[in-house]
């Protein structure tokens, strides 16, 4: 889904590069309410890196087409929607730059179309099926799955019609339409899978770490002269923790470096859904060299390691660390932020 630079033209780009910096100006005044806790901020890093790890990881989903992880609803469910934009806006910042995997052009079309999108989609959906659940950790992870598969095609409605606004080639809208949505729908069954696993992960261990499962025990109500009537607010009872936050912590990033550093050989080498079809309907003839090509780092390896399997997890170990380093630094200040701005008020 990443778009590459030449794929859109440039008054279209910068209108999406406004849209995109709009939304993150948003994002970061709504990331202070959610990072109020002092435990949110390196989680939040933490998803940062680890949606940049299993985005490495492509699977196959069809003859010749892949797959890959998008993130923005697994991070809406984990540390909140305006979190969660930032979340993976880091993400693509950090691969268009470091590994040219995304044109630094189109950075407002893939800040529109991975972390906006699927983001605020996702979260919707999710909500919505609360609302109609029961209110347990099983209804929280049932409900990712599906915020999760809605989302993946609905960044593929979007890149379409960005697509015929301005898109640089004559291809048929129709055709584009049909191929984007029909094998992105596909994805969205292996993006709902990894989104409920984790989710269901962290709930089944720190329910309380996770912004989605919040508020999810409803007060216990007594009948009274034949009515139903809330017993008095108390205090809530801590949460039984079966691992500690460092615990999760050292955990999530261990695992996150193991699949960049390790797992990530054997992801499947075909292209993903984008690329696939941009080839097969020509949406690819006017691409750009990436200005980043000659990056140290450019196409997830390291320049100058002859060995591929070397190359790749060497990049892919420094990519989850300069992720969570730069994640972590950004909700750290916006944390900051949040803790000043009453002082300066």
Not at 17 to 28: E, I, K, N, R, W
Not at 38 to 46: D, N, Y
Not at 265 to 294: C, M, T, W
Request: net charge positive; aromatic share 6%; with cysteine.
């Amino acid at each position: 889904m990443h778009v590459p630079d030449g794929f859109i033209n440039a008054p279209t780009s910068a209108v999406t590069g406004v849209v995109a910096a709009g939304a993150l100006a948003v994002s970061l005044r709504g990331a202070r309410r959610e990072l109020g806790e002092e435990r949110a901020a390196p989680l939040a890093g933490l998803v940062a890196a680890f949606i940049f790890a299993v985005q490495m990881l492509n699977f196959p989903v069809a003859a010749g087409t892949s797959g890959h992880l998008l993130g923005g609803a697994l991070a809406a469910i984990l540390v909140g929607p305006y979190t969660a934009v930032l979340c993976v806006s880091v993400v693509l910042l950090m691969q268009g730059v470091l590994f040219a995997d995304g044109g630094l052009t189109a950075l407002g079309v893939n800040i529109t179309d991975m972390a906006i999108t699927t983001t605020v989609v996702s979260y919707a959906v999710f909500r919505g099926l609360l609302a109609l659940l029961p209110r347990t950790r099983r209804s929280v992870t049932a409900a990712s799955f599906v915020a999760a598969l809605v989302s993946v095609p609905a960044a593929a409605v979007v890149f379409t019609l960005i697509y015929a606004i301005g898109g640089t080639t004559n291809v048929s809208l129709g055709k584009v339409a049909t191929a984007m949505i029909g094998v992105h729908v596909l994805i969205g069954i292996g993006e709902a899978v990894i989104t409920a696993l984790t989710v269901g992960a962290v709930v089944a261990v720190r329910p309380d770490l996770v912004y989605g499962a919040r508020g999810l025990r409803q007060r216990l109500q007594l009948r009274v002269n034949g009515e139903l009537v809330d017993t008095p607010a108390a205090t809530p009872a801590p949460v039984a923790a079966r691992a500690s936050r460092r615990t999760l912590w050292i955990t999530g990033l261990v695992t996150s470096l193991v699949l960049a550093g390790f797992v990530s050989f054997y992801a499947s080498a075909n292209p993903d859904g984008l690329e696939k079809v941009a080839h097969d309907q020509g949406i690819d003839q006017k691409a750009e060299r990436h200005a980043s090509a000659d990056s140290p780092l450019a196409d997830y390896g390291v320049k100058d390691v002859s060995d591929a399997r070397l190359s790749g997890g060497l990049a892919g170990v420094i990519g989850v660390g300069v992720t969570v380093a730069a994640g972590s630094a950004v909700f750290w200040a916006v944390r900051r932020r949040r803790e000043t701005a009453p002082a300066e008020a």
